[in-house]
C-alpha cells in the first residue's frame, strides 16, 4: 500500500479526517462544542453521590478586572488547568470555579480613567447622569479634570466598567481552554460575596477580632486611603542626609536624618542603649533646632549605633520604626503631615513661641517636598544645618499600586487580628501552614517569615468607594457626636447592606445625621478581606452546607508567589478564625514571567504582554505549552519577538495531529499485539505512563510533559518508521503492528490532553466517541498488559540500528529509500539478540537486501548500497 493510497483512506466511523490537519480554528469549534455538551460541568448530584473522596476542588485565584490580562495570567491559570483536567481524567468531580475580583484601588483608577470622572460622596445622586466621555485612558490627566459625581452615580461605572472587561477575560479564558465551569462564577462585589463577607466581618466583630482603633496608619495621598502592610512596596528613592544639630545643656546633640521637614513633630531622641557615646544623656532633655521644644534623650534597642551619628529623631510619624518607638517608650503624638501629604496649618501644641509659630507657619500648608527645601532654608539661618546634606539613595516605603511614598497619620481605622499581637494565634497559623503540602516545598518558608515579620494587626477598613461596605453604623449623641465605640449591627437577615443608604436597625431614615440618631460608616473593607474568603464565597458557606462540607477544605490553592503575604496568609487567617483549619489540602505557587533582561514582567514598569495576540497568532496550545514547561515556583523569561518555547509547542501540537491521522489511516483490525518491537514500544509507553502519573500527582507538571513528549518523538522518529512498512503489509504481524500504534495513539492524546487540549480533542475525535477530557487517565498497567512480558530494549536498540542505517546514506549523499545491498550489525550478544527480534522491519524500512549480525564489543552498523545503475 502506498502513503498517498494511505493517506486516502484516512476515513473513520467519526468521520472525514482532514486532508491538512490544522491548528488555526480549533479553539472557536472546541470551545463551542464542550459548551454545548456542558464537558467541564460540575454535576452537583453526581459530585454529592460520589462523596468528598470523588470530588477535587480549586480554590481559583479571581483576577483583578480592571484593564487587561497578561500573559503571567496565562502563565500561572495553565498550571491550574493542567491540574483540573488530570484530575477529573482520574474520574474526579472537578469543582473549578472562576471568580472576578472586581472591587478595591485598581478599579477606582480605571473608572476615573476611563470615564474621565471622579468621586464626590457629598454631590447628590444624577440618575440620569452620562459620563463626559468613554474609553479613553487619561492617565496624565489631574483629578481636578475629572468631573466630579455622587458616590452611587461612581459605584454603577464601576459596576458597568468591571462586567464590560470580564466578558474580555472570559473571552481569553476560553480561548486558552480553561476547563472551568462557566456556571460556577462570582464578583467579588456581588451580593453572594457581599453577604459571605459581612458575615464573617460580623463574626469577627462579635467575638472580638475585628475592633476599631485610632492609630497611626499607613496613608497614600494619592488615594486618600489607609494601606495594610501586606500591600507595601519598598522602592529605592533618592535622598540626602542632613546633619542638625539640637541644643543640650552639656552642648549640642548631632543627628542625621533624611526628613528634617519633621523636626516640628519630634518627640524624642534615641540611641542604643550600649552605645557609650550617648549614655550620660539617657534621662535628660534636648531642644529641637529652629522650634525650641524640649523633648527626651531614650534608649532603646532598634536604635543603630553604626547609622549616621548612632542617635535617631523620633517624630511622629516618619516610619514604621517612629511607630514601634512611640509605643513601646509611650511617647506623645505631635502630627504634622495632613491627609492630603501636606503640613497642616495648625502646629503642635508644643511649638508654643511666636518665633518657633512664625517658623512653622513658612512650612504650613506645603507639600512634603516643599516643606523639606523650606525646613532646610530655616535650619541654615539659625546655623543649625552643620554641612551640605549628602545625597543617598535610600529604601522608601510605597503602597504597591501608588506613585508617591506613604506618610504615616493618626486615624480610627477597623482591624483584624492576625497573630502579630498574639503569639497562640500566629503559632496556630504557622501549624496550619505545615498541614498544608506546597509546591515548591520551600516557599512554605516564605509563609512562615512573612508571619514572623507582622508588626501589627491587619488594617481592613480603606477610604474608598467601589467595594464592600463595612456593615455597622454608629450612634449619634444628643450633643451631635458620634459613638464610634457602640456601633450598630444589623441582623443577619438584612445582609448584603450599604450603611450609607440602608437605614439603622430601629432607626428612621430621617434620623441619619441627627441628634439621637445614627450615622453609616462610610470606609470600604479591604479588597483582601473579600477575596480572603474565597473558598467560602464559591463553596456556599453559610447558604449552602451540603455542598460546602463537600469542597471544604477544597483540594487545591493555585497562586502567584508575590501574593503568599496577603491571599495565601489572609485565606489561612480567615478560615483559622472561622473553621480552625486549613482550607486546602495543596499550594500551588507559580513563578514570575520575567522579560528577556530577567526582569519581572508588571504594568509599572511597562514591559508586559498581553496574550490575546500571543493567542491569535501562535495558537493555544503552543501557549499552554510553554506555560507548562515551566515548573511551579520557577521563573520564565518570555520574548515576544522570539518565543522559542511557544514555537516548539506549535510543533508538537501539528506533530500529534499528523501523527493521529497517519495511524488512522491503517484500517483497524481485532488483533492482538504479538510482535517484540510493538510490544517493546508498548512496555516503553507503560514506564512513561507511570512517571507522567506519579510527575502530575506531585503537581510536577513539567516533567510529565517532558517525559511525554521525549517518548512521543522517539515514538514518531523511530517507532513508526520501523513498523510502517508492516503495517501497510497484509502479512504477518501487520495487525500487531495496528494494534500497538492504536494503542499507543489512544494513551499519548490521555497523556498529553491536560496541556495541549485543542490538538488532543480533535485527534480524538477522529476516532472514538465523547471528549478526550472526559475519558480515563491512562493507565500503565493496561498498557503494560499489552506488551505482556517485554522491555524497552529491544525499541532501544533498534532505534540505534535505524539511527545508524540513516547516518551511513546521508553519509554517502544517498536518499533515505535508496536501497542497500547489505548491512552487517554489530553488538554485545544481549543488545544483538534484541535486535534480531526486529529483523524484519529493519529490513523493510532500511531497504535491505541481506543482513548479517554479529557478536562484537559496540554496536557498529556498516552499510553497502545496492549499485541502482546496475539494477
Not at 533498534?798 to 529509500?817: C, D, E, M, Y
Request: proline residues 7%.
Amino acid at each position: 500500500m502506498t502513503d498517498a493510497a494511505h493517506d486516502a483512506s484516512a476515513t473513520t466511523a467519526f468521520g472525514r479526517i482532514p486532508d491538512k490537519p490544522a491548528l488555526e480554528g480549533l479553539e472557536q469549534v472546541w470551545d463551542e462544542r464542550w459548551r454545548a455538551s456542558r464537558t467541564y460541568h460540575f454535576d452537583r448530584d453526581a459530585a454529592l453521590a460520589a462523596g468528598r473522596s470523588g470530588i477535587y476542588s480549586v480554590d481559583t485565584p479571581p483576577p483583578t478586572a480592571s484593564g487587561s490580562l497578561h500573559i503571567g495570567h496565562v502563565f500561572s491559570y495553565t498550571h491550574t488547568d493542567i491540574a483540573a483536567r488530570y484530575q477529573r481524567m482520574l474520574g474526579k468531580h472537578v469543582f473549578y470555579p472562576m471568580g472576578w475580583d472586581d472591587n478595591g484601588l485598581p478599579t477606582e483608577r480605571r473608572v476615573q480613567n476611563y470615564y474621565g470622572v471622579r468621586c464626590d460622596p457629598s454631590l447628590p445622586y444624577d440618575p440620569d447622569f452620562v459620563p463626559p466621555y468613554e474609553g479613553g485612558d487619561n492617565k496624565s490627566s489631574r483629578a481636578a479634570d475629572q468631573k466630579p459625581i455622587s458616590r452611587r452615580n461612581f459605584i454603577e461605572l464601576c459596576a458597568k466598567l468591571t462586567v464590560e472587561d470580564e466578558k474580555h477575560f472570559e473571552a481569553v479564558w476560553r480561548k486558552l481552554g480553561l476547563s472551568v465551569d462557566w456556571n460556577q462564577t462570582y464578583r467579588t462585589i456581588g451580593d453572594e460575596s457581599m453577604f459571605v463577607s459581612q458575615l464573617a466581618f460580623l463574626r469577627n466583630v462579635e467575638r472580638g477580632e475585628a475592633y476599631q482603633a485610632m492609630a497611626p496608619t499607613l496613608w497614600d495621598i494619592t488615594f486618600r486611603s489607609a494601606v495594610a502592610q501586606a500591600e507595601l512596596e519598598d522602592r529605592d528613592q533618592p535622598g540626602a542626609f542632613h546633619t542638625i544639630s539640637f541644643h543640650g545643656d552639656d552642648g549640642p546633640v548631632v543627628i542625621a536624618t533624611t526628613r528634617p521637614e519633621l523636626i516640628a513633630a519630634c518627640v524624642a531622641l534615641v540611641a542604643h542603649p550600649s552605645d557609650e557615646r550617648y549614655k550620660p544623656l539617657f534621662g535628660k532633655t534636648v531642644r529641637t533646632p529652629v522650634f525650641g521644644v524640649e523633648v527626651p534623650v531614650l534608649a532603646h534597642h532598634l536604635a543603630e549605633p553604626d547609622k549616621g551619628t548612632g542617635i535617631a529623631m523620633v517624630c511622629t510619624f516618619g516610619d514604621i520604626t517612629d511607630v514601634t518607638w512611640w509605643r513601646e517608650l509611650d511617647l506623645p503624638t505631635r502630627p504634622i503631615i495632613g491627609f492630603d501629604g501636606r503640613v497642616l496649618p495648625d502646629p503642635p501644641e508644643a511649638i508654643s513661641s511666636q518665633q518657633a509659630k512664625d517658623a512653622y507657619a513658612q512650612l504650613a500648608g506645603k507639600t512634603v517636598f516643599s516643606a523639606k527645601q523650606a525646613m532646610v532654608e530655616l535650619l541654615k539661618a539659625s546655623g543649625d544645618l552643620l554641612e551640605d546634606p549628602k545625597p543617598i539613595t535610600h529604601s522608601v516605603k510605597f503602597y504597591e499600586k501608588g506613585d508617591r511614598p506613604l506618610e504615616i497619620v493618626s486615624t480610627r481605622q477597623w482591624y483584624l487580628t492576625n497573630g502579630a499581637r498574639d503569639k497562640r494565634l500566629s503559632e496556630r497559623l504557622i501549624e496550619l501552614g505545615r498541614e498544608i503540602d506546597w509546591h515548591p516545598d520551600f516557599m512554605r518558608v516564605r509563609y512562615e517569615n512573612w508571619i514572623g515579620g507582622l508588626s501589627g494587626d491587619w488594617l481592613v477598613s480603606r477610604q474608598r468607594f467601589f467595594g464592600v461596605p463595612i456593615p455597622v453604623w454608629y450612634p449619634v449623641n444628643e450633643d451631635g457626636e458620634t459613638d464610634f465605640d457602640h456601633p450598630i449591627l444589623p441582623a443577619r437577615d438584612q445582609l448584603p447592606v450599604d450603611p450609607t443608604i440602608d437605614t439603622a436597625p430601629g432607626f428612621e431614615e430621617s434620623q441619619r445625621g441627627a441628634p439621637g440618631g445614627f450615622v453609616g460608616e462610610v470606609d470600604i473593607l479591604d479588597t483582601w478581606a473579600t477575596s480572603s474568603l474565597t473558598p467560602q464565597i464559591v463553596g456556599g458557606w453559610e447558604r449552602d452546607p451540603e455542598l460546602f462540607e463537600s469542597v471544604f477544605p477544597y483540594d487545591l490553592r493555585p497562586q502567584g508567589q508575590d501574593i503568599i503575604r496577603t491571599w495565601l496568609f489572609s485565606t489561612l487567617l480567615r478560615a483559622q478564625l472561622e473553621e480552625g483549619v486549613a482550607p486546602w489540602k495543596h499550594a500551588a505557587l507559580s513563578g514570575f514571567i520575567v522579560d528577556p533582561d530577567r526582569k519581572k514582567m508588571s504594568k509599572s514598569k511597562g514591559n508586559v504582554v498581553t496574550p490575546a495576540d500571543i493567542l491569535e497568532q501562535h495558537g493555544s496550545d503552543s501557549v499552554r505549552y510553554w506555560a507548562a514547561s515551566s515548573r511551579l515556583g520557577t521563573d520564565s523569561a518570555f520574548d515576544p519577538q522570539n518565543p522559542t518555547q511557544i514555537k516548539i509547542g506549535r510543533r508538537l501540537a501539528i506533530k500529534v495531529l499528523n501523527a493521529a491521522k497517519f495511524i488512522l489511516g491503517f484500517p483497524e483490525g481485532d488483533s492482538t499485539v504479538t510482535e517484540s518491537l510493538d510490544r517493546s514500544m508498548l512496555a516503553g509507553l507503560a514506564d512513561v505512563v507511570a512517571e507522567a502519573t506519579k510527575a502530575l500527582d506531585d503537581y510536577d507538571h513539567a516533567k510529565a510533559l517532558e517525559v511525554t513528549e521525549s517518548f512521543f518523538w522517539a515514538f514518531c522518529d523511530d517507532y513508526l518508521e520501523l513498523v510502517k512498512e508492516r503495517a501497510y503489509s497484509e502479512g504477518p504481524g501487520a495487525g500487531s503492528a495496528v494494534a500497538a500504534l492504536r494503542l499507543a495513539l489512544s494513551t499519548m492524546l490521555r497523556l498529553f490532553a491536560p496541556f495541549i487540549p485543542f490538538a488532543t480533542e480533535e485527534a480524538w475525535s477522529w476516532f472514538q466517541a465523547g471528549s478526550v477530557h472526559a475519558a480515563q487517565w491512562p493507565s500503565s498497567d493496561e498498557v503494560r498488559a499489552a506488551a505482556s512480558e517485554a522491555t524497552p530494549h529491544v525499541l532501544k536498540a533498534t532505534s540505534g540500528v535505524l539511527t545508524g542505517i540513516r547516518g551511513a546514506k546521508t553519509a554517502a549523499k544517498a536518499s533515505q529509500k535508496a536501497p542497500v545491498a547489505r548491512a552487517v550489525i554489530t553488538a554485545p550478544d544481549e543488545e544483538l539478540r534484541a535486535i534480531e527480534q526486529a529483523g524484519a522491519d529493519i529490513r523493510a524500512v532500511g531497504r535491505i537486501a541481506e543482513l548479517e549480525f554479529v557478536p562484537g564489543a559496540e554496536l557498529t552498523v556498516d552499510v553497502e548500497l545496492a549499485d541502482e545503475s546496475a539494477a
